[in-house]
């Protein structure tokens, strides 16, 4: 593939509410910080290097934007960086962010939000983000306890016109009914890939099937979660991206996508080649042979 005359285009669209985006999208994690996310001592990632990034995302055609207020570092925020590189914003380009977790100044995780302190974090992500209401939002959850006093919070704040589409992160499908009992759910991000929760399967098709887009993240990751991929991998991704003469990582987008027209990718990088390698799966389309050789590795073998 040239992934240089590829846009994000090419790997369809999707409507999120009323919402249309390209199913590949940007995950803005690892933009504020070098190395893994979260660390608290993590250096600050170059500010000019990932606004370079996220307007060359936009003229490739990206127009979904995944990121939150507790993405930072000590010096920068990737909320900061995608008001700074992409203000005004163009009128396609669809901005989701998640509440609920908390960082203090120096990074270390506080407690999960309440219902009465939901407003607080999403008038936060307005304020850096300069804008007069957020597109979608979704609830990130720990835990298997009712979200149902959350999410309410949530849906009033939509009522209220700060939040136009609500979705969901980390959740069961449990939890997933007992929201959309409150408010429709737009969008369900969940860590899935190749050999990465396999027991979400059944949960990915049902979403689709109520017209749920699915949102994997760690799906280039897998095992390395924050930190990133671990470099190692398996035979059967190894042997497939030989085939197509594309990366291993490419191979692992490619195959998300696969699983339902209701999938949609946000891989994040700060790393402009890495980019332009992950817009270009949009055009890579995998065989039926392809895919049993990854499925089988999906499961582990079984």
Known sequence: MTSQTITAAASGTWTLGDLPVHRIGFGAM??????????????????????????????????HIDTAAFY????????????????????????TTKVGPGRDPSGQWLPHAGPGQLRGQVEENLRQLGRDHLDIVNLRVLGTDSIAERFD?????????????????NVTPDQLAEAQAIAPVVCVQNPYGIGV??????????????????????????????????????????????????????VRLAWTLHQGPHVLGIPGTGNLDHLLANVAVGALRLSEEDVTVLNFAHSGGR
């Open 30 to 63: 690892r933009l504020a910080q070098n190395g893994k996310a979260f660390a608290p001592d993590a250096a600050p990632g170059d500010r000019g290097r990932a606004i370079s990034v996220l307007r060359r995302a936009v003229e490739l055609g990206v127009n």
């Open 72 to 95: 930072f570092s000590s010096l920068r925020s990737a909320n900061e960086l995608i008001n700074r590189a992409l203000a005004p914003y163009p009128d396609d380009l669809v901005i």
């Open 153 to 169: 919070a949530l849906a009033r704040l939509r009522d209220a016109g700060l939040i136009r589409h609500l979705g969901l992160s």
């Open 197 to 250: 929760r396999p027991d979400q399967d059944a949960f990915v098709r049902a979403c689709g099937e109520q017209g749920v887009a699915f949102v994997p993240f760690y799906s280039i990751a897998g095992a390395g979660r924050d930190a990133g991929a671990s470099g190692t991998e398996s035979p059967e991704v190894l042997a497939v991206a030989r085939a197509h003469g594309v990366s291993a990582a490419q």
